[in-house]
């Protein structure tokens, strides 16, 4: 096999699910990005269900066209897996029975106190002269079946299965046979919409013809997506994005809160344990959210100590001492019982911050003065506290994660500023 | 043309951007539902660039292996879009200038008050011996291409030019060919792995051929998809489901929570309502996952009054009373603690029920007796309390949402015995 920048590149993704109107290929976005950071692009990406003939026809068209072939799902135990199967006898080849697969299977089985359906077994089976590619995920192998000059490279559908698979077995063949030089940045930012950041970042244009600049918008985070190329060398292509990368942190400042790929709790985090500060939380619309997307970053028992998710009025004066007629006259979404929240929980957990929310995420519970989206973000350290008033867009799900963004960035420049006064009393 | 059950289909969309990490075709979801719902299924779905060889290939592939093809996109007046031309030239037949679409165009530009630019001058190419299919939100027409028996279908990418075009000029087309109704049910399970239900269904095998079932695995949850077709009405079709559904329900029995496509959260909700109980809970490793699952669901406020999220130890004692010597001489993580934990939460709040959720999410953390991946999960009510003790697979995300589920079964299998005991004492 010889892999090089002109080899044709297809990923056929296997699943009668695929062609419903429920779900999308999502594994070929994660194979895109590996592949496009060697270099690589994709040519051709096919789509197909768990039937026999159309399966062949994909086989035999992708062999025409391509020269790598990543075949996706279809290796389950069930009777309608039959990737394997079908594409063995397009390439003319046998499957082989494999003992040491079968026990790794039973194994995984009996590590969960259950003994392997026999339905699994036709997943120990592997076609003639491939290597094995292991599955640390779950029961089904991965194969890499050479084919003349080109490959087929057969993976599981579970994404969770599938990444790791890719990342030990796949991606270090692919990183040896590098031809070309791709650096890469991403930029989050919050707190600015799309249009805002177009105009801050008028002056950079026009890029470099190797350099590509996209924006992708979330809701509550925008993402300024940036490659360079180059065909001489890594620094080459790294240099080419330095100039671009001081010129959007100007332009863009805090905004910007990771250029690592981070996410927002991660970063938190990190400034938190700098800080030596520890977090409570104290939720109510958001209902468990916030607490959720911290306790994401592994070893974050190191600064957040507890939360409460105060959904009902009477859990707001039980679990946090909010008086019930600062309620009765303000009502429970509103900048007061949000700044009374973030006192409560951090006087009652004992920790340095306390970050609070409240608000209405509807369908229903809005009104002319307090529509749905208002939601009110409360933040309390030693010596001040602070609310801010914000309203969402979206139906319940986006205002519920747009409230945990914000929550999250309101933490993060209070961090920030906490940082610089300290470096301003204890200059190093 | 001759359209029915056994037509090919297959979707191209066409564009560069699509084969990037960043983008993914959602046009070709909306043809999938229009076409299922007059009994058509797609047989393949190809992505590719705006690139002249490759649309030749794809072009010519799908010429020989399909007889329905839709290819949308890469119709716009820039030089990368090219689809017409290559469509023209891989069929051998000429592009015909039509005056009345340049008027057209021209027409467009004028009422915003603009010239039309040169470039939109190739947009007023047709194929020959295709009909046009209006343009009401854009530029580019698209086209109705026969070729012999088969068709090609040109539509333009921008979903909201795409899909007003597919409903007056595609639509009709295909209604009118309709020879054929289809029925189709979700079921979702938990509790089961995928080896297992295929063991439990294996008496239902084989499926009548006007029948089809897809099994989708996710963590903690298995969807079974079944869809009927018949060629004489919809109530054919409907009936071909019911007596499998009947099947499905006796091998699969309280495993299935959904027929209607809810999720658990809300086949919980439900039963809480119904069974007029409220639910508090108290969440270690989930970090809050839990309460923001059941606050998901509009109007869980009735019945979900507040949570806490005791990550440390101390937050353990301080708002659920855990005893401290319980977790010196259990651990934090064991069966006793997540008992207690559900004891607490619910005295606490005056809840009717508890359920707690105490465990390693890793992926640090673990020991050989207490590996990550070990959750208790527990629940208390009115008379009685239960743990159970579980070993997840996979990574923190992974842990924390099967943790999630569980904790959500548990309580809705509660909720199942105590309305069938609640029957029995109160026969209606």
Redesign the interface.
């Known amino acids: 096999m010889k892999f090089g920048k002109n080899s044709k590149i297809e990923i056929i993704a296997v699943g009668?699910?695929?062609?419903?109107?429920?779900?999308?290929d999502?594994n070929s976005?994660?194979i895109?990005?590996r592949l496009?950071e060697v270099g690589m692009?994709?040519?051709?990406?096919?789509?197909?269900?768990?039937?026999q003939d159309?399966l062949t026809?994909?086989f035999n068209?992708s062999l025409e066209?391509s020269d790598i072939i990543f075949v996706i799902g279809g290796l389950?135990?069930?009777?309608?897996d039959c990737t394997r199967e079908v594409l063995a006898s397009t390439l003319g080849k046998k499957l082989v029975f494999k003992e040491e697969i079968l026990e790794k299977i039973k194994e995984r089985f009996e590590?969960?106190?259950?003994e392997?359906?026999s339905?699994?077994n036709k997943q120990a089976h592997i076609i003639e002269g491939s290597t094995i590619l292991e599955n640390k995920?779950g029961t089904a192998p991965g194969l890499w079946i050479p084919k003349g000059e080109k490959v087929f490279i057969l993976l599981p559908g579970?994404p969770?299965e599938m990444k790791p698979m890719f990342e030990n077995s796949v991606w270090p063949r692919f990183q040896a046979a590098r031809s070309h030089f791709v650096a890469r940045r991403v930029f989050k930012t919050t707190g600015l919409t799309e249009s805002k950041i177009e105009t801050l970042l008028s002056d950079i244009y026009p890029l470099p013809p190797s350099v590509k600049l996209?924006t992708?918008a979330y809701p509550g985070q925008i993402e300024l997506?940036l490659i360079a190329h180059s065909q001489k060398s890594a620094k080459k292509a790294d240099d080419m994005l330095l100039k671009l990368e001081q010129d959007l942190q100007e332009c863009l400042g805090e905004n910007i809160f990771s250029s690592s790929g981070d996410e927002l709790e991660e970063v938190t985090g990190r400034l938190l344990r700098r800080a030596k500060q520890t977090l409570a939380?104290a939720?109510s619309?958001?209902?468990?959210?916030?607490?959720?997307r911290?306790?994401?970053v592994?070893?974050?028992?190191e600064y957040?100590?507890?939360?409460?998710?105060?959904?009902?009025n009477?859990?707001k004066l039980?679990?946090l001492g909010v008086p019930a007629d600062l309620i009765h006259k303000c009502g429970a979404v509103s900048r007061e019982v949000a700044r009374s929240m973030a006192i409560g929980i951090r006087e009652?957990?004992?920790a340095d911050i306390g970050l609070s929310i409240t608000g209405i995420?509807?369908?229903?519970g809005g009104s002319p003065e307090k529509p749905v989206g208002l939601v009110y973000v409360g933040l309390c350290w030693e010596g001040g506290d602070n609310v801010l008033k914000n309203i969402f867009l979206g139906n319940?799900?986006l205002i519920?994660s747009q409230s945990a963004q914000k929550a999250l960035d309101m933490l993060r420049r209070h961090l920030l500023k906490y940082k610089k006064e300290r470096q301003k009393d204890h200059p190093s």
């Open positions: 009668s699910e695929l062609l419903t109107p429920y779900y999308q999502t976005l994660y895109t990005q496009n692009e994709i040519n051709f990406k096919t789509i197909v269900g768990d039937t159309d026809v994909c068209t066209r389950g135990p069930t009777e309608d590590r969960r106190g259950f392997m359906p339905v699994n995920h579970p969770h996209t992708l997506h939380v939720e619309c958001t209902g468990g959210l916030l607490g959720h911290i306790t994401n592994p070893g974050s028992s957040f100590c507890q939360g409460v998710q105060a959904y009902s009477e859990s039980q679990l009652r957990s004992g995420a509807g369908p229903t319940r799900e519920k």
